[in-house]
């Protein structure tokens, strides 16, 4: 059964750091595209990072304050976050992406809030 579960959620303050991790199962991440995408309240879902063919690309965010890896032995996806503002407040989803084959996980909540 293939699933993607988010971890890493959480209350940060502004300024801080967060890193979200992605576990897969039912197939590996090293044979798709894989991506952060963010939801804030009362927003559309928008493309945050995605690694795909050894490159990674970011979507209107900073690229320094974002990073995306993964560790194919462990089938795991990361989001290195730092520098946190409130604006950053959202559902972060995992996505896969292979030819037709799309997969989404449930979403992990981040609150940037003093």
């Known amino acids: 059964q293939v699933q993607l579960v988010e971890s890493g959620g959480g209350l940060v303050q502004p300024g801080g750091s967060l890193k979200l991790s992605c576990a897969a199962s039912?197939?590996?991440?090293?044979?798709?595209?894989m991506s952060w995408y963010r939801q804030a309240p009362g927003k559309e879902r928008e493309l945050v990072a995605r690694?795909?063919?050894?490159?990674?690309n970011y979507g209107d965010f900073w690229k320094s304050r974002f990073t995306i890896s993964r560790n194919n032995a462990e089938n795991t996806v990361y989001l290195q976050m730092n520098n946190l503002q409130p604006d950053d407040t959202a559902v972060y989803y995992c996505?896969?992406?292979?030819?037709?084959?799309?997969?989404w996980g449930k979403g992990t909540l981040v609150t940037v809030s003093s």
């Open positions: 039912g197939f590996f991440v090293s044979q798709y595209a």
């Open positions: 690694s795909a063919g050894g490159t990674t």
């Open positions: 996505n896969a992406r292979r030819w037709a084959s799309e997969y």
